[in-house]
Nanobody, 121 residues
Framework: QVQLVESGGGLVQAGGSLRLSCAASAASGSRFTINNMGWYRQAPGKQRELVAR???????TYADSVKGRFTISIDNPKNTVYLQMNNLKPEDTAIYYC????????????WGQGTQVTVSS
């Protein structure tokens, strides 16, 4: 079984920055291969939405609302994805979830437990 563990959330003032990390890991001896990783967010009363996604080869996709402010990157040897968030706005406040399509015997989709990001005005 593969687990995605997020870190880096918190409280920041508008205009500030945060960096989220998400590491994929498996039980000892288990092998897996990441196809792509991404970040989604869900604000209270709203549907979960894509923030950014990156393939193993480095191809990125961003939501229009974060283009120019957020940067996603991946460290393949560490099975870790990062989301650098700059010029944060109050509307970025949400729970941020890590997501990955990976192969661990079969292809499957995994979610992390989520990390809270709160941007104060």
């Amino acid at each position: 079984q593969v687990q995605l563990v997020e870190s880096g959330g918190g409280l920041v003032q508008a205009g500030g920055s945060l960096r989220l990390s998400c590491a994929a890991s498996a039980a000892s001896g288990s092998r897996f291969t990441i196809n792509n990783m991404g970040w989604y967010r869900q604000a209270p009363g709203k549907q979960r939405e894509l923030v950014a996604r990156i393939t193993r080869g480095g191809i990125t996709t961003y939501a229009d609302s974060v283009k120019g402010r957020f940067t996603i990157s991946i460290d393949n040897p560490k099975n870790t994805v990062y989301l650098q968030m700059n010029n944060l706005k109050p509307e970025d406040t949400a729970i941020y979830y890590c997501n990955s399509d990976l192969w661990a015997g079969i292809f499957n989709n995994y979610w992390g437990q989520g990390t809270q990001v709160t941007v104060s005005s």
